[in-house]
């Protein structure tokens, strides 16, 4: 079903189809019922287009009914400040397609509480993290009691990332009135519990991973010495050329030195975690967004908030603690029907829980054995 059969505001069809030749199946079967004010529960991959699923009925929606000065009407929660910055950009891009202009505004931790306070009057639609929602409501800089429709993106990580406490309090502070939508990568026990309290009889949408985009990533696998595995990086980055190389560290110290020690070896490299201020996670994300950062090195605590079109590798320097993490860093790269390749790095002692996960995915990899690689110079 082409965009123009969705019941959007045909204003916004030019920049639609600027973005995206056809809907994705999370767009395709959500906005019509976003639209109808259904509410609703998604489960869809990141990178699946599902961020447009709700950003273009939302538009809409926000339109027809302007808000009270400092009375959000759109409220979008969101887990960490990338993914904030990262959905105020997509609202932002469209909107500039509307005939009348809607504030909005992303919120969130990190920085000083002071200027957002000062730019709250007459924002529509409102981005936030939990915590500083929840501080900017305490300052009367914001009021969320005339909002009707709540937006969770990425509920999962909300959850795993422990805003029990933040969510439920700003759910006592919203209409009971309102249309919820609340959106997944993965339905565990926790999304179907905060489904049932906060939405009402949502249309269920659960869209299966396309085998052909699965299929766009390959899978490479490097077993090595734990002492070699800083000089393979190097020799992989050097002998292979690979550019804009996004790499996974399990830790805020690892992601540190793996930077600095590329960089000592001539390969211009940042690294980006929560320790860093938001100034700095910005500037760095954007260097690397424009090529400036050949290598940025991250944590998982923001893999999902980086979202980029084209980018061709992505290194998983140590495992993750769990599937559904691998599943979030590969997921950075074979995007909007490119090729990727997703390179791990591993020991002997890690085989095991990387089987385990290629298990969980019905996967497979190729294996490389590195010890006749000669690693002098790196």
């Given at each position: 079903?082409?965009?123009?059969?969705?019941?959007?505001?045909?204003?916004?069809l030019?920049?639609?189809?600027?973005?995206?030749?056809?809907?994705?199946?999370?767009?395709e079967?959500?906005?019509?019922k976003i639209?109808?004010?259904?509410?609703l529960?998604?489960?869809?991959?990141?990178?699946?287009g599902?961020?447009?699923?709700?950003?273009?009925?939302?538009?809409?929606?926000t339109?027809?009914?302007?808000?009270k000065?400092?009375?959000?009407?759109?409220?979008?929660?969101?887990?960490?400040?990338?993914?904030?910055?990262?959905?105020?950009?997509?609202?932002?891009?469209?909107?500039?397609?509307?005939?009348?202009p809607?504030?909005?505004?992303?919120?969130?931790?990190?920085?000083?509480?002071?200027?957002?306070?000062?730019?709250?009057?007459n924002v529509?639609?409102?981005?936030?993290?939990?915590?500083?929602?929840?501080?900017?409501?305490?300052?009367?800089?914001?009021?969320?009691?005339?909002?009707?429709?709540?937006?969770?993106?990425e509920?999962d990580k909300?959850l795993?990332?422990?805003?029990?406490?933040?969510?439920?309090?700003?759910?006592?502070?919203?209409?009971?009135?309102?249309?919820?939508?609340?959106?997944?990568?993965?339905?565990?026990?926790?999304?179907?519990?905060?489904?049932?309290?906060?939405?009402?009889n949502?249309?269920?949408?659960q869209?299966?991973?396309?085998?052909?985009?699965?299929?766009l990533?390959?899978?490479?696998?490097?077993?090595?010495?734990?002492?070699?595995?800083?000089?393979f990086l190097?020799?992989?980055?050097?002998?292979?050329?690979?550019k804009?190389?996004?790499?996974?560290?399990s830790?805020?110290?690892?992601?540190?030195?793996?930077?600095?020690?590329?960089?000592?070896?001539?390969?211009?490299?940042?690294?980006?975690?929560?320790?860093?201020s938001?100034?700095?996670?910005?500037?760095t994300?954007?260097?690397?967004?424009?090529?400036?950062?050949?290598?940025?090195?991250?944590?998982?605590?923001?893999?999902?908030?980086?979202?980029?079109?084209?980018?061709?590798?992505?290194?998983?320097?140590?495992?993750?603690?769990?599937?559904k993490?691998?599943i979030?860093?590969?997921g950075?790269?074979?995007?909007?029907?490119n090729?990727g390749?997703?390179?791990?790095?591993?020991?002997?002692?890690?085989?095991?829980?990387?089987n385990v996960?290629?298990?969980?995915?019905?996967r497979?990899?190729?294996?490389?054995?590195?010890?006749?690689?000669?690693?002098?110079?790196?």
């Open positions: 079903m082409p965009f123009n059969h969705l019941g959007l505001d045909l204003a916004l030019p920049l639609i189809t600027k973005k995206y030749e056809a809907p994705y199946p999370i767009q079967l959500a906005i019509p639209i109808s004010g259904n509410d529960l998604g489960i869809a991959k990141t990178g699946s599902k961020t447009a699923a709700f950003v273009l009925p939302a538009l809409m929606k339109l027809s009914k302007p808000s000065n400092r009375h959000i009407h759109t409220l979008v929660l969101v887990p960490t400040r990338e993914l904030a910055v990262q959905v105020t950009e997509v609202f932002n891009y469209f909107e500039k397609a509307l005939h009348d809607i504030k909005i505004r992303a919120v969130y931790g990190g920085v000083s509480i002071n200027p957002q306070m000062m730019d709250m009057n529509s639609i409102l981005v936030a993290t939990p915590g500083r929602l929840l501080e900017l409501i305490e300052q009367k800089a914001v009021l969320i009691s005339d909002c009707t429709l709540l937006i969770i993106d509920a909300l795993n990332l422990g805003f029990h406490n933040e969510m439920n309090a700003i759910f006592d502070l919203l209409p009971i009135e309102r249309q919820t939508l609340l959106f997944s990568a993965t339905l565990s026990k926790d999304v179907s519990l905060i489904s049932e309290k906060v939405c009402k949502p249309e269920i949408i869209v299966e991973e396309d085998k052909h985009v699965i299929d990533i390959t899978h490479s696998v490097y077993i090595v010495d734990e002492e070699r595995k800083g000089p190097r020799y992989l980055i050097k002998t292979h050329d690979l804009q190389v996004l790499i996974f560290t830790s805020i110290q690892r992601a540190d030195r793996v930077a600095d020690k590329l960089r000592k070896n001539g390969i211009e490299a940042s690294a980006i975690h929560s320790s860093k938001q100034h700095a996670r910005t500037e994300l954007q260097h690397f967004k424009k090529g400036k950062v050949r290598v940025l090195v991250a944590t998982d605590l923001i893999a999902r908030g980086i979202d980029i079109e084209y980018l061709p590798v992505v290194i998983n320097y140590e495992l993750p603690r769990s599937p993490d691998y979030h860093r590969i950075r790269t074979g995007r909007a029907d090729p390749e997703a390179i791990t790095i591993l020991t002997r002692d890690d085989l095991h829980h990387f996960i290629l298990k969980k995915m019905n497979e990899a190729y294996f490389h054995d590195t010890n006749k690689i000669d690693l002098h110079g790196f």
